[in-house]
Every structure is written in C-alpha cells, then in structure tokens.
C-alpha cells in the first residue's frame, strides 16, 4: 500500500509541476504576482519534490525570460521563492544561468 501512495504522490507531483509551469507561462508582466507567489510557496512545502523537477521548472523560468525579457524582475521573484522553499535542491547553476541571462538584461536594471 505505501508504495502504491508514493507512486501517487509522485505523479501527482509532475502533474503539478506542469500546471506551475502552465502559470508561469501564463503570467504577464501587469499581472499581479501575489497569487502565483502563493501557489508556489504552497506547493514547495510538499517534501515530495525530486531536485530534477524543481530544477526543470527554474529552466522554465530561463525560457520564460527568453521569450518575454520585460519579466525579470517577476522571475527573479520566482527563483527566490524556489531558492528559499526548497533549499539543497536547487542547483546552483541553474540559478546561476537564470541570474546571468536576467542581469545582464536592459528591462532589469532599470529597477
């Protein structure tokens, strides 16, 4: 029985990786960030998270910033909320190339 749960659980924890990455994608930069900060936060506190997968939805992020560059400061807000929720399963270079594309980006450092 327990592992017919941890095999739930694990789906299920893909199956929410890819609505995270739906609202992310869905995010403009005149929304309000508010709601999608607190559906991260809230997800991240399930233990359940492998580091691939939380690592593959920050490359989102990454891509996300590629196809509209006027979110970088949102982005960063998400990484952040990764970076924090899910410490020791982030890789660091993974926020290092989303930090490195954002940075060096003229709608970032306008702020």
């Known amino acids: 029985m327990e592992v017919v749960r941890t095999t739930v659980a694990c789906e299920c924890v893909y199956v929410r990786a890819m609505v995270i990455k739906a609202l992310i994608w869905m995010q403009s930069p005149h929304d309000l960030f508010d709601k999608l900060e607190s559906i991260i936060a809230s ?25 509209t560059p006027d979110m970088a400061v949102t982005l960063l807000e998400i990484a952040r909320i990764f970076s924090t929720n899910a410490t020791g399963k982030i890789d660091a270079d993974v926020l290092q190339l989303l930090w490195k594309v954002i940075s060096f980006n003229p709608h970032y450092r306008q702020f």
Do not use: G, Q, V
């Open 43 to 67: 997800e991240l506190s399930d233990p359940a998270w492998p580091a691939t997968l939380l690592n593959d939805i920050l490359l989102t992020l990454h891509a996300r910033f590629k196809a």
